[in-house]
C-alpha cells in the first residue's frame, strides 16, 4: 500500500518569480543527429521545421528542429571532436542538453537569475534577420544541463536566426504540449537544486514523494517537483534512495556520469490513439504485469476508458482526489539507460501518478534486471 504522500499547496514565497510563459524547447545533443531526427520524425511524428548546418554557414554543429503541438525538439551534433557538443556526447551519451523557457523579457530574466545565483552560461545575445529579433540568454543547472530563456515575441521566423525552414511532415500522433520534465540528481543533492528552483526562479514546491511512497524491495528514490504559479513549468528532481539493491536512479547517474534530465512528459488529449499510433511506428514502452490490470478496477474505480483497450497498450492509470490521469513510458531512447519519454492525459487529476510507481518500478526493474544492473 502506498501511504498517502504530502502534497504542499502554495508556500510563502521566498523571492520573487521569474515570469516564465511555458517550455519553448528541449535541446538534444546527439552522436549522429540525422539518424537520431528520423527516429522522432518517424517513431514519434514530429515534423522537421528547421535546419542549420554546414549549407547555411554553420561549421562546427548541425541542429534539426522537430515540432508537434506546442512541442519544440531540437536535436543538434558536432561536426568535430573539438565542439563541446562532441564532449557532452563522449562524457554523458545522447541526452538533453538545455531546457529552454520562454519569458517575455530575457534580458531580466537572466540578469535576476544570476544576481541570485545561477551561473552564467552565456550572457544575453540578440540575434536578428529578415524575420525580427530573437534574444537569449542561458543558466546551468543540475549536471551540464542548461536552461535558456527564450524572448521570441519580436522574432516571426521558423525558429531562430541562422536556420533555414524544412517542410517535412509526419503526420502527428496526437502529441500536444510538455507537460513535466524530470531531473535526476546525486544521492543527497536533491534539496540543493530545490533550494536552487527555489531561490533563483521563485518555484515553489508542487508535491513530494518520499522513500516510503517509492519503493520496492531493491529500489527505491525521492522526489520533490517544482512548479511555477501558473503550473506552466513542472520540474520534479529524483534522488536515488538506499534500497537493497541499485535503484533505478543510480542507475541512471552511472551511465549518464552526473545529473540530468531522465524524462520528457508529454501530454495528449488521447492516450488510446496516440499510443496505439506510436506503438504503430515501432516505438517500444515499458511492459506492465498482467497482476497491475487485475487490480485496476478496484484501485481506480469507474473510468471512461475500456480497461481491456489500457491493458492491451499498457496504459497506465492513477487516480486522485480531483480525478484520474492515465500515463505510459517509453524505454530508454538511446542505447544508455538514461532519457526516456512518458506519454500522458490528464482527466482532472494534478499529480505525476504516484500509485503507478511501484508498478513502473517493479518494470523497470525487470528491464535493469536484463542489463546485468540490478
Ligand atoms: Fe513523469
Given at each position: 500500500m502506498v501511504k498517502e504522500s504530502v502534497e504542499l499547496k502554495q508556500?510563502?514565497?521566498?523571492v520573487e518569480e521569474i515570469a516564465i510563459e511555458g517550455f519553448d524547447h528541449v535541446e538534444l545533443f546527439v552522436g549522429n543527429a540525422l539518424q537520431a531526427c528520423y527516429y522522432y520524425h518517424r517513431g514519434f511524428g514530429f515534423d522537421i521545421v528547421a535546419y542549420k548546418g554546414l549549407e547555411t554557414g554553420s561549421r562546427d554543429s548541425v541542429s534539426y528542429v522537430l515540432r508537434q503541438g506546442k512541442v519544440q525538439l531540437v536535436l543538434t551534433s558536432g561536426l568535430n571532436s573539438k565542439t563541446n557538443i562532441a564532449e557532452h556526447v563522449h562524457v554523458h551519451g545522447d541526452g538533453v542538453k538545455n531546457v529552454g523557457f520562454r519569458v517575455k523579457d530575457a534580458r531580466k530574466a537572466y540578469a535576476t537569475a544570476v544576481s541570485r545565483g545561477a551561473a552564467s552560461i552565456y550572457e544575453p545575445r540578440e540575434e536578428r534577420d529578415d524575420n525580427g529579433t530573437y534574444v537569449s540568454a542561458c543558466v546551468g543547472t543540475y549536471g551540464d544541463t542548461t536552461h535558456t530563456f527564450v524572448e521570441r515575441h519580436a522574432y516571426n521566423g521558423i525558429f531562430a536566426p541562422g536556420y533555414r525552414p524544412l517542410e517535412k511532415k509526419a503526420g502527428n500522433s496526437g502529441l500536444l504540449i510538455i507537460d513535466h520534465i524530470v531531473g535526476n540528481v546525486e544521492v543527497d543533492r536533491m534539496e540543493h537544486w530545490v533550494e536552487f528552483y527555489q531561490k533563483v526562479f521563485g518555484f515553489y514546491v508542487y508535491q513530494y514523494f518520499d522513500a516510503s511512497d517509492i519503493s520496492t524491495k531493491y529500489s527505491s528514490l525521492i522526489s520533490k517537483v517544482m512548479a511555477n504559479k501558473s503550473g506552466s513549468i513542472k520540474l520534479p528532481i529524483n534522488e536515488p534512495a538506499i534500497g537493497a539493491r541499485k535503484s533505478q536512479i543510480q542507475e541512471y547517474l552511472d551511465y549518464y556520469t552526473a545529473g540530468g534530465v531522465q524524462h520528457i512528459a508529454i501530454a495528449t488529449a488521447d492516450i488510446i490513439s496516440t499510443v496505439a499510433e506510436l506503438k504503430n511506428r515501432g516505438i517500444e514502452f515499458l511492459s506492465v504485469p498482467r497482476s497491475y490490470y487485475d487490480a485496476l478496477p478496484d484501485r481506480v474505480g469507474k473510468i471512461d476508458e475500456d480497461m481491456d483497450e489500457l491493458h492491451k497498450l499498457g496504459i497506465l492509470v492513477d487516480r486522485e482526489s480531483e480525478g484520474y490521469l492515465l500515463q505510459i513510458f517509453t524505454k530508454p531512447v538511446e542505447d544508455r539507460p538514461t532519457l526516456f519519454l512518458e506519454v500522458i492525459q490528464r482527466k482532472g487529476a494534478k499529480g505525476f501518478g504516484k500509485g503507478n510507481f511501484q508498478a513502473l518500478f517493479q518494470s523497470i526493474e525487470r528491464e535493469q534486471e536484463l542489463r546485468g544492473n540490478l
Open positions: 508556500q510563502p514565497q521566498v
